[in-house]
């Protein structure tokens, strides 16, 4: 019989499923060196958010096939790890929602009205109503962070008590923000207009320390900030001054950068004004049934053989065709986060080309690895082989599928076309002899690189020089090239550069980039 390792605490509905295929072991409060001496006897692992899979971990665990994390977010998970060794990582993207909602909502209502200082105050044999003169949510400005799943509950709800809203989200279309009531703005006026702000985005390099001291400084003095989302999001310190100062209204957290929080956190000796709970937003009983379920009826499925249903890092196809089709998937992924970063979010339309010996094939699945890259940048690990086509939809993402098995300048190459915020964009890739993934051609202009982690692209005029500038540009700013690739249709005309980077480019340097004469367009992008 397998043997599943519960390594956090888990609703007995999801064990009750795991013991109909296994042996389990609920072993909870295990340190890292602890994990990995137990974890190869295990072929499964389910976890929630308290424990940490590392690297180490994973190489440990010889026969483990899969890692089951009963929630959404797999940031507790080293996924490329897991990738490398095959062992299929699973979530439940949806199981929590309605309660992170619903907390965020709680949060918004008790901050305003000072529900937890008041209940304090009573329990110690107090009666004062003086100290707790709120404020009502009614036709107040509610600026929503991210319009996702949580986002749009949030939205609805908040609708209902009659407030206004308005939303920042790069990647949600107009008709969608219109559906759910919201204008879209951008992030500025959002700050500058909000009585409250609540957040629902994930945490990436793009938005770690979205909330800084910069920011509070844009916001009404009467603000209110509500982050159920992810620690990290908001500068903790300047949060915490911008409280003792009067200069926002309050707060309320649920994450936290670090979890649990510090014990000298500043934050832990704010008063009235800041509301704090131990990361709790999934933490209903539905939602804890919901995610248990979920997650091990996928390891159950695992296994069995069968294919899981919400794999972030490998789709759930049964292994022989998944062989067959698994490098590209890859390469559909690789294209799919390219073209979705060259049109700039947005995307109404993707068409998908399949050409050569792809186009023999099955092509649902790799329409979805495409949509799977499109939405990675927006969704990150919400994002999975089974979603991917319902998000598309709900985004408003027209998709158009064809196939040209006469295009035979490689085996089987793919093509992707984009219509986003930057206008039309295209990229081809095909597959090498040995798999290996290359970008054979970007807005019809023929190149030939392997997707690299940072990219940078430039739109530019063909003359003597501009290489070299760009060159000298990236070393004065301390960026190493890996390599470098031009593609041109004449002579002189409009050409491309794609250049593979060692490190992230710094900020401001794509504006130097742009002032270097001839360069029409450049981006950046990462893979
Ligand atoms: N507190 C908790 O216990 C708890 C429970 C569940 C989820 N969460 C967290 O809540 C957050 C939202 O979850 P969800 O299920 O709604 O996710 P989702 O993927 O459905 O929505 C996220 C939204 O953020 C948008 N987005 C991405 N990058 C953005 C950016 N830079 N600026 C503005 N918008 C951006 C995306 O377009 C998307 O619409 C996640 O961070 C998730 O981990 C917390
Ligand atoms: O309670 C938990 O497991 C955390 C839930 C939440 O942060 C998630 O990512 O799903």
């Known amino acids: 019989m397998p043997k599943v390792l519960v390594s956090d605490p888990i609703d007995q509905a999801g064990l009750d499923i795991l013991s109909q295929v296994a042996q389990v072991d609920v072993k909870t409060g295990l340190s890292n060196e602890e994990l990995v001496q137990i974890i190869p006897e295990y072929d499964a692992l389910m976890i929630r958010s308290g424990t940490r899979v590392t690297q180490e971990i994973i190489e440990a665990g010889n026969q483990l096939k899969i890692i089951g994390r009963a929630g959404v977010g797999v940031d507790n998970v080293d996924v490329p790890a897991a990738t490398r060794k095959g062992i299929v990582v699973v979530n439940s993207p949806e199981g929590n929602t309605i309660a992170a909602a619903e907390h965020a909502l709680a949060m918004m209502l008790a901050l305003s009205r000072y529900i937890p200082d008041a209940n304090h105050s009573v329990k110690n044999g107090k009666w004062d109503r003086k100290s707790y003169v709120g404020a009502e949510v009614y036709k107040k400005t509610l600026g929503i962070v991210g319009l996702g799943k949580i986002g749009s509950h949030v939205a609805a709800a908040a609708k209902a008590l009659g407030m206004k809203l308005i939303a920042y989200d790069p990647f949600i279309s107009l008709e969608r923000a219109d559906h759910l009531g919201c204008r879209l703005v951008d992030m500025d006026l959002l700050f500058r207009e909000s009585d409250y702000i609540t957040l629902h985005i994930p945490k990436t390099s793009e938005t770690a320390n979205l909330i800084n001291a910069e920011a509070l400084a844009k916001m009404k003095p009467t603000v209110r900030i509500i982050n159920c989302a992810r620690g990290g999001i908001i500068d903790e310190a300047a949060l915490a001054e911008a409280l003792k100062e009067g200069r926002i209204g309050g707060a309320a957290l649920d994450v936290y950068e670090n979890e649990p929080l510090e014990a000298d956190s500043p934050l832990r000796s704010l008063g009235k004004e800041a509301i704090l709970t131990p990361h709790l937003g999934a933490s209903t009983a ?217 490190d992230p480019l710094p900020e401001g340097i794509l504006a130097e980039i742009m002032k270097v004469p001839g360069i029409r367009d450049a981006y950046t992008v990462m893979l």
Do not use: C
């Open 286 to 502: 539905e939602a804890q049934i919901n995610v248990a379920i979920d997650v091990a009826e996928q390891i159950r499925d695992v296994l069995l053989g069968l294919p899981a249903r919400s794999a972030v890092n490998i789709p759930g196809l049964y292994p022989d065709a998944l062989e067959k089709l698994r490098p590209y998937l890859q390469l559909a992924e690789n294209l799919g986060n390219l073209v979705g970063q060259l049109a700039g979010g947005r995307v109404e339309l993707l068409t998908v080309r399949l050409q050569g010996e792809l186009a023999d094939n099955n092509s649902q699945p790799i329409v979805v690895a495409a949509l799977k890259g499109l939405l990675s940048q927006a969704l990150r690990e919400r994002v999975n082989y089974v979603n991917a086509s319902i998000e598309a939809k709900e985004r408003g993402i027209r998709i158009i599928e064809t196939r040209d098995g006469s295009i035979r300048d490689y085996t089987g190459s793919l093509h992707l076309e984009a219509k986003g915020a930057l206008g039309d964009h295209s990229v081809t890739g095909a597959l090498l002899g040995d798999g290996e993934i290359r970008i054979t051609d970007i807005d019809e202009f023929p190149i030939n690189v392997p997707p690299t982690h940072h990219m940078l692209f430039t739109r530019h005029r063909d003359m003597p020089g501009i290489i070299g500038k760009i060159g000298s540009l990236l070393g004065s700013f301390n960026v190493n090239i890996a390599s470098m690739q031009v593609g041109r249709k004449i002579v002189r005309g409009d050409a491309v550069m794609v250049l593979s980077l060692d």
